[in-house]
C-alpha cells in the first residue's frame, strides 16, 4: 500500500524547492510579484483549455507546478521584514541621536551579564517603524524585571549582531537573521528613559499567566532543579535551567525532553484522546472530541508562551489529531505534508529552523519506519509489548534524526535507548501530574505531600539522567558530516528502507547509487582536508596560533596543553576539520609557512630584523613599541592584532596602519585570521 500519495509529496517539495531557490539567489520581491500575477494567468488559461480537452497532455500539470515554485520564492521574500517599506533598515539615522519607543515581545535566556529581550520597533524618532531587534540590559539586582508587552522610551544607537569570531563557530547573528532581527541594542537600567505597559496581546497575557503559576509554585515550595524542570516541560521556559543538568541530559540523549515541543505535544494529545473518549457516544461525537483535543492543545500553546517551536508541534498535531481519528494511515502521511504546507505558508524560515526540520523527521519516520519494525515481534504480555513499542518508536525516532544532530551538534548518545526507556514511560506521568500540580497550586490546593512526592520524581529524573551521562564511554563526541554527506546519508537511508520494505531492481540500483555517491564524497572531501592552513584564532587576553596540515594541527599557545585542548574554539575546529592528531608548543618568534614570513612580537617588543621584509607580523600580549619604527625596520605587508591586546593599542595600532595605508586586522573584530 502507498503511504503517501505523491501529488502531495510534489507539491510540499516543489513549494520547498522554490522557498530554498528564493532564500539562496535572493530575487527581488517586486520581480517576483510580477512573474507570479504572469504565471497565474497562463495558469488559469492552462486550466481552462484542459477543460475542453478529452486527453491531458500535462501542460496544466507543469504550469501548476511552477506556478507552486514560484509561490514559494514570493512567499519567502514577502515573508522577509527587510523587503518591507515600514521596516527601519530603509530609514537614515543620525549617530547617538536615535529615540526608540519599542514593545517588549518575548523574553531569553541571559547570559552571565545581561538579560536578554526581543523587542519589536513602535517607533524611532517619533516615526512609526517596524522591525524586532535583539535588546541586551546590563543585569542590575535592584531593578525591577521588565515584562512581556511593556514599552520603553530609550536613546541609544544600532549595534551589529555578533559574528563568529573563529572557524566553525555558531553564527548567532545568521541564527537571528533568520528571526529578522539585523541589529542589536545594548544598555543599562538607567538609560531607560520610560518604561509603560502596553496593550496586552497574547504573549503577554501568556507571560502573565507563567509568571502567577511561577509564583504559585514557590509558594508551595518547588524551588531548584524540580521548578527548573516545570518550567522547562510544562510552561516551555528553560531559563531556569542550569548548563550542567543541560549537558548531562544532551551526554543522555534526552535533551528532547527539556522543551516543549512535538514530544510533549504528543503525549499531552494522546492523553486529551483518553480523556476526552467518552464523547464519541454522542451524536457527532468524533467531531466534538477532535474539536476539544485541538482547542486543548491550542490553550497549552498559549500557555506554554506561543513560540515558534510549541506553535510548531501544536499546528502539526491539530492535523494528527483528525488523520489519527480518521484511522486511515495514508491520511496521517497526506495531513503531514498539509501541515508543513500550512507552517512554510506562514513562516518559510522554518526550513531554516532545526526544531522544524527534527520534529518533522522524527514524526515521519515514527510513521513510516515504526510499523516495520512493530511487525518483527509479536509480544504476547502486556509489559513486554509497551517495552518493545518504546524501542521500536525511539529507534525510529533516532533514526529519523540521527543524521542531522550529528550535524548540528557533533555528538551521538550511545545510551538513548535506555535513557528513552526509562524516561519515555514516566513522561507521561510526569507531564500529566504536573497539569494537577499547576491547578491544584493555582487554585491554592495543593497539599505539602503532592509537593514532597513530585519534587522527588523530577530529583529521581535528574538523578538518572546524571548517571547515564557520567557513562562516558557511550558518549560519541567531535563526530562531523558535511551537507553532502547529510543528503547523500539520508537517500542512503530511505533507499535501504525501501529495498526492505519491497526488494525490485529499481529500489536496489537507487541503494547502490547512493553507496557510490557516498563513497565519492568521502573521497573527495578527505582530498580537500588534506589541504594546509595557519589560523591566528580569536581568543580574549589570550594567544592560540595553529598550523593545520591535513589532519594534523599544530597548536601555539601561552595556555597548558590541558586547557587549549578543553577550549570550545579548538573543538569545534578539531570536530569540522576532521582533526585526528593534536600537538602543541610554545609560540615562537618567527614563524615560516608557504614561503612566507611570520613575526611574533608580543609584550617584551623584541622582534629580529629581517632585511626582505616579511609578509605578515602578528602583535600580541599589548607591546610597548613604536609601530612606525617597526614598520620601516620590517617592511611587513600586513599586521595582525589577535584577542590579547588592550582595546586602546588595537584602535592606535589601526589609525597607524591607515596613515601607512598598511593592511591592519584585528581578530577580536574582524575574527580569526586564515593564511591558506
Known sequence: MRLVNITALKITLVFLAGILCSHYFEFALEFLQGVVIFNSVLLLLAWWRSKTMIFQDGVFASISLVALF??????????QPINHSTHYSNEEYENNNVIFQLKIKSQLKPDLFNEKYIASIQSINGKELTGDLLLLIAKDPIA?????????????????????????????????????????????????????????????????????????????GFNGNPL????????????????????????????????????HVGIIMLILQFFFKPLERLPKGKTLKICCVVLCLWIFAVIAGLSPSVLRAVTMFSFLTYAMESNRETSTFNTLLASAF???????????????????????????????????????????????????????????????????????????????????????????????????????????????GYSALLEGLVSFISWAASQRSFYFDELSFSKPEVILLYLFIITGILVLQKFSGKHFIYFLTCIICLQLVFILEKMEGANQE??????????????????????FSNLNSENINNENLIKNYRTKAKIKKVTTDTIKETFQYDHKTIVIIDSLSVYPTIKNGVDFVILRNSPRLHLERMIDSLNPKNIIADGSNYTSYVNRWRESCQKRKLPFYHTGKEGAFNID
Open 70 to 79: 514560484l509561490f514559494g520564492a514570493w512567499v519567502y521574500q514577502l515573508h
Open 144 to 220: 525591577l524585571g521588565i515584562e512581556v508587552d511593556e514599552q520603553l522610551l530609550i536613546a541609544s544607537d544600532f549595534q551589529e549582531l555578533p559574528t563568529p569570531k573563529n572557524p566553525y563557530q555558531f553564527d548567532y547573528a545568521a541564527y537571528l537573521n533568520q528571526l529578522g532581527i539585523y541589529h542589536q541594542l545594548r544598555l543599562t537600567n538607567g538609560e531607560i528613559i520610560k518604561k509603560f505597559k502596553g496593550k496586552s496581546t497574547l504573549r503577554g497575557i501568556a507571560f502573565s499567566i507563567r509568571k502567577k503559576i511561577n509564583n504559585r509554585l514557590i509558594e508551595n
Open 342 to 452: 500550512l507552517l512554510l505558508t506562514l513562516n518559510p524560515n522554518l526550513i531554516f529552523h532545526i526544531g522544524f526540520q527534527m520534529s518533522y523527521l522524527a514524526v515521519f519516520a515514527i510513521i513510516w519506519i515504526n510499523p516495520m519494525l512493530q511487525k518483527l515481534y509479536r509480544p504476547k504480555t502486556f509489559i513486554d509489548r509497551k517495552l518493545w513499542e518504546i524501542t521500536t518508536v525511539s529507534f525510529s525516532a533516532q533514526l529519523g534524526v540521527s543524521v542531522l544532530s550529528i550535524y548540528y551538534f557533533n555528538h551521538f548518545p550511545g545510551l538513548f535507548f535506555i535513557t528513552n526507556l526509562v524516561v519515555l514511560p514516566f513522561l507521561g506521568l510526569i507531564l500529566g501530574l504536573g497539569v494537577l500540580i499547576i491547578f491544584l497550586a493555582v487554585i491554592k490546593g495543593l497539599p505539602a505531600i503532592f509537593v514532597e
Open 228 to 263: 527548573a524542570l516545570i518550567n522547562a516541560l510544562l510552561l516551555g521556559q528553560r531559563q531556569e535551567i542550569s548548563q550542567e543538568v543541560y549537558s548531562d541530559f544532551a551526554a543522555a540523549g534526552a535533551v528532547h525532553i527539556l522543551a516543549v515541543s512535538g514530544l
Open 534 to 555: 595557519f589560523v591566528i584564532f580569536h581568543k580574549s587576553r589570550n594567544s592560540i596560533l595553529g598550523i593545520k596540515n591535513g589532519d594534523h594541527l599544530r597548536l
